[in-house]
Structure formats: C-alpha cells, structure tokens
C-alpha cells in the first residue's frame, strides 16, 4: 500500500499578468478551506473514434494543451483578491493573458503546474449571500499547461 499525505489548504496560486500590479507576481487569496479550490477541464478531448460501418475504428489524438481554469474564492478586499483582479481585467479588455502557477505539497514534495497565456473568461460582478461570505466561480481559459519537473 501506498500512502499519500497533503496537508489541506497548503497550496499557492500565483498570477503573473502584466496588465495587473505591473507584472509582479501576485499570490491569489480568498480560498475556504472546505470545498474545491481549483478546477482544471480540458478544452478538447485528447482522442476521438471514429467507428466504421465494417466494424473498424479510427483513432485521431492530438496535443492541444487548452482548457479553463477555475477557481472557487470570496471576496478578500487585499492585493490577492481574485475577484477583483478578474473584473478588472475582463473590464480592461486583455490582449495580453498572463500566467498562474499553482504549486501543492504533496507527501513532502512541491509539485506545480503552469498555465499560460491566461486570460478571464467569466466572473460574476456581484454575489450576495446572507450570513456567510458569497462564493465566486473565476473562470480562466489558458492556452497550455505543464507540469514542473
């Protein structure tokens, strides 16, 4: 048997943008301990089958490394606020995207992913909720990922 150890909430999403806090990296904030943080989805499957009428296949793969990104925060009201940074960069119509790593310890070890070419593809103006802080779902497109070795 083999036993994995990650100790909870101990990650960092990291946004480099050059429209936002002049390109200085930012550490985003705003995650509740409970629940998921961060999602990633591919934008393409990686292989299709064709299935043909005489009972044979056709397999086509490729290596598009596109997808979305999202993350689950509440408002902080400090520099890492995502919230914040998404609406101003969505309003600041971006031709530029940016970059977010995100880095987890896993059984002692850092382990990370780079996205890039990072831009704001949704976030909600305004969430209100009663008598607790109201989730945003940030949703990031990025044009590849890769795993640091």
Same mark, same amino acid.
């Given at each position: ?61 490729? &290596? ?42 896993? !059984? ?18 305004? &969430?209100?909720?009663? !008598? ?18």
């Amino acid at each position: 048997m083999k036993h994995s150890v990650i100790a909870a909430g101990q990650f960092t999403a990291t946004l480099i943008h050059p429209l936002w806090n002049d390109g200085t990296p930012t550490t985003i904030d705003g995650f509740r301990m409970e629940g998921q943080m961060v999602q990633t989805q591919q934008a393409m499957d990686s292989s299709k089958v064709i299935c043909l009428a005489n009972g044979n296949t056709i397999s086509i793969t490729n &290596n598009n490394g596109a997808g979305t990104l999202t993350f689950n925060v509440v408002k902080t009201a400090t520099a890492g606020d995502m919230v914040k940074i998404a609406n101003f960069l969505r309003r600041a119509g971006d031709s530029v995207g940016g970059i977010i790593r995100i880095t987890q310890e896993v !059984n002692g070890t850092t382990e990370a992913v780079t996205f890039e070419a990072c831009t704001v593809k949704s976030c909600p103006p305004l &969430n209100i909720q009663g !008598n607790d802080a109201a989730d945003y779902q940030v949703v990031w497109n990025y044009g590849n990922s890769s795993e640091d070795d």
